[in-house]
């Protein structure tokens, strides 16, 4: 999974059916020092996400293991909220 | 998902025959400040996209989840067409 | 799908038996412009692609979606040749 | 696979429902020399890695086929800890 | 399908035991130079490929089309053990 900041939301009216019902996030890419890593994804939030939260989101066919885009379109989908993570023996609190 | 723009579309005539019918497009990436972003990628447009819209498309298998793609040999599909999208607190309005 | 031109060929003898009668083909990828793009993919050929055509291929499990490919490991397959495309308003004829 | 080292792990109480139970770690991505290779991957724990570990995680839908990531929505699981390796006739030992 | 170096292998004896019995190569990516291209993969032998075979390797859900690999949490398997291929008008032969 990668890490990412929501930064804003998509609005789409005319898109495939499937995906009436899913809110389009705009995910930032993280470094792990929590820079801007250069790169966005547009990702399905499946946990109630909100604007500036930190999440994983998972890609690929793995995007689709969640009840809410099974069979859907979608490459992208954010499974996780981060509350805290550490890395190189450091702790980030995000909530 | 990646956000992009139809910049064009490719005429294919020899063709796996589970691709009749479909239309190929030319879609460039965009960074959030809808800049090109340097990469391209041929999509099928499953939503009637039209030239310079920006769009969504989701790629891998993701791709064949449409009606129009199922159990075809495509790789990345274009599934919505965005209205607007907002990122980092800035609005950008496409219709 | 990513565009490519056939620049080669690649011989094997001893592969994965599913992959016997399939032709494995060098494709170096192109930007619009028509420019080698620094990459390059071996894709298995399912529309009989000949040197310097210009081509598409899909990747990953969408590579498998040809008869020719079916439940085979191969990760790409050409499965179109560009007879021409227009991109940001110029039209590129190749046959 | 790709070879990384474990460096953290990340705590995310809102999630979907299917991860409860997972342990889901940061790994580094190392080149051959040992070094971080400048991007990094948050995995789920197949195997008991533990911090400092050097494992090699699997991508994309082959992520889900170990008992505790199928069906789930995930995209990278950690399969192996990495005991020793050779690359260009150096062995590195690291357990 | 990418070409690489068999450069090495790895030993992991704590793994998922589905792998029980594979062998994990390291591939060092090639251009068609056959220069080393940076970037490195381990990868599941399927074809017997020796230390310095110049492969084919198979990456993502396509990695598990072999008898070998089939359900396993694999990314990436040698599926063919190249001969010679030629680019560019240029031979180039391995064998």
Redesign the interface.
């Known amino acids: 999974?990668?890490?990412g900041r929501v930064?804003?939301?998509?609005?789409?009216?005319?898109?495939?059916p499937?995906?009436d019902g899913t809110k389009?996030l705009?995910v930032?890419h993280l470094t792990?020092d929590m820079k801007p890593a250069g790169d966005?994804?547009?990702?399905v939030d499946?946990?109630?996400a909100g604007l500036s939260d930190v999440v994983?989101y998972?890609?690929?066919?793995?995007?689709?293991?969640?009840e809410l885009?099974r069979?859907?379109?979608?490459?992208?989908?954010i499974?996780?909220?981060?509350?805290?993570?550490?890395?190189?023996g450091k702790t980030v609190r995000l909530t």
């Open positions: 999974m990668r890490m930064i804003g939301s998509v609005v789409a009216t005319r898109k495939d499937s995906l389009l705009v930032q792990l966005y994804a547009i990702a499946a946990v109630g994983l998972a890609a690929g066919s793995s995007a689709r293991q969640t885009t069979d859907r379109p979608v490459d992208a989908v499974m996780a909220i981060v509350d805290s993570f550490d890395a190189n």
